[in-house]
């Protein structure tokens, strides 16, 4: 299935859906319904969709810091002491 908004292929699996109740200025929602509408989606279909990028985005960015740390874990590189102080870095 295509996701009418952003033409990307949506998943459809036999999953739970939650409702829930969101409240929303009447001008904004009137708005979003248009938009909506022009694009041959849903308000519905929207929020998900934003929600589920955020999903996306999350995993993604946890996935990456967990290979961030494995790479710096496997990294032959040391930090050694360093030839400086703090007084010495900040002299004017």
Not at 38 to 67: C, M, P, T, W, Y
Not at 73 to 88: L, T
């Amino acid at each position: 299935m295509e996701d009418a908004l952003t033409g990307h292929t949506v998943p459809h699996r036999m999953c739970s859906m939650k409702n829930i109740t969101l409240s929303i200025d009447e001008k904004v929602l009137a708005a979003v319904r248009r938009y909506a509408a022009d694009r041959g989606s849903s308000v519905n279909a929207l929020v998900r969709e934003f929600l589920s990028g955020i999903s996306r985005h999350q995993n993604r960015a946890s996935k990456a810091r967990k290979r961030i740390r494995e790479m710096s874990h496997k990294s032959k590189a040391r930090i050694g002491s360093a030839p400086w102080s703090r007084d010495e870095l900040h002299e004017r």
